[in-house]
């Protein structure tokens, strides 16, 4: 199978071919530097998935990853970026990544990746290996505060676990599909700070008191 490789560095790319190897897969590599309409060659390359260099304040990594999800929409997509942060984390899947990973991981942390995600899933690093350098999250921000940055379909989602229902039921209800609710949930995990359902349907709890709170003392 081919895998796709978009990034500014051929170095880089040779690397990525290596870990191909163990996947029996072949890397096609285009270099950012030249190739801005991706379009065309993504096409050609008919990949199984997409490593592609990204930083979300790159305006030009945007347009090309847009581009590449219109062209190929069903191929996943694997960001390497230089600081995994939270915020990092957020604005990939927001964009329709299906993983993220450090430009500096190892050779297995990568084909793991790719693995996961060929196979369907998401991969995202461990919340212990985030960078706690977001510039939207403080280290005491309040369970109420993350609430307010999460968006309307996250609070369904997140209401809807905490009810104990299942990943099917769950998409039952929302009317999407099961892909979808996983990735909601791997983003939703990593913003609020937890590790399982469990977690998360207490973090819920507490984030609803919170708010309770906040009412009182505002009447």
């Not at 450090?102 to 990568?110: I, P, W």
């Not at 990943?167 to 913003?191: D, P, S």
Request: charge should be neutral; aromatic fraction near 4%.
């Amino acid at each position: 199978m081919n895998i796709l490789v978009i990034d500014s560095l051929p170095l880089f790319a040779a690397g990525v071919s290596n870990v191909l190897n163990a996947l029996d897969a072949q890397g096609v590599f285009i270099d950012t530097h030249y190739a801005v309409q991706i379009g065309p060659a993504c096409r050609q390359a008919e990949p199984r998935a997409v490593v592609m260099e990204w930083s979300a304040q790159d305006d030009d990594a945007r347009q090309r990853l847009s581009e590449l999800k219109a062209v190929l929409p069903e191929v996943p997509v694997l960001l390497t970026v230089q600081a995994v942060g939270r915020h990092v984390v957020g604005d990939a899947l927001r964009f329709g990544a299906a993983g993220v990973v450090d430009r500096q991981a190892t050779a297995d942390v990568l084909l793991e990746a790719l693995q996961r995600i060929t196979s369907g899933a998401v991969y995202l690093p461990p919340i212990s290996n985030l960078s706690p350098d977001d510039p939207r999250q403080s280290p005491g921000e309040s369970p109420a505060e993350l609430w307010r940055r999460l968006t309307p379909r996250q609070h369904e989602v997140l209401q809807l676990l905490a009810e104990g229902k299942s990943n099917k039921q769950i998409c039952r209800v929302l009317n999407v599909a099961e892909g979808t609710i996983k990735n909601h949930l791997y983003a939703l995990f990593r913003q609020i700070g937890v590790n399982n359902r469990t977690e998360a349907a207490l973090w819920l709890s507490r984030c609803k008191a919170s708010l309770v709170r906040l009412q009182m003392c505002a009447m």
